[in-house]
């Protein structure tokens, strides 16, 4: 028995895979706050999120698609990683997720 594969295109993934944690926040429609206050104190670029999800807040270093969860002590890039993160998704679950957000 044969199983029909189908796969993402790569413009998407390329795209996903670009975007910052607060594009993918936006497009998702999730709430976050910039802390103004924040120094940072490796790359100039990198800023500080609170992110208000499932009733609490996660805060997040993002220098561009690069993002770190400073209380779970775990990081990525673009979208999608965040997107798993966030969520708890599987790579598809997320690329799915995403695709109804964003065009190509």
């Known amino acids: 028995m044969s199983r029909s594969r189908r796969s993402f ?4 993934l390329d795209k996903l895979r670009a975007m910052t944690p607060q594009e993918t926040l936006d ?3 999730i709430y ?3 802390d103004p206050d924040f120094v940072p104190v490796k790359n100039a670029r990198t800023v500080r999120l609170y992110v208000s999800i499932d009733g609490g807040v996660i ?8 993002w770190y969860d400073t209380r779970m002590d ?3 890039g673009g979208a999608i990683d965040l997107a ?5 998704l ?6 799915k ?8």
């Open 90 to 95: 599987d790579f598809v679950q997320a690329v």
């Open 74 to 76: 775990k990081g990525g």
């Open 9 to 12: 295109s790569p413009d998407l």
């Open 59 to 66: 805060e997040l270093l993002a220098t561009g698609p690069k």
């Open 97 to 104: 997720r995403l695709s109804d957000t964003v065009s190509v």
């Open 32 to 34: 976050w706050k910039r």
């Open 84 to 88: 798993m993160h966030l969520f708890r």
């Open 27 to 29: 497009s998702l429609g």
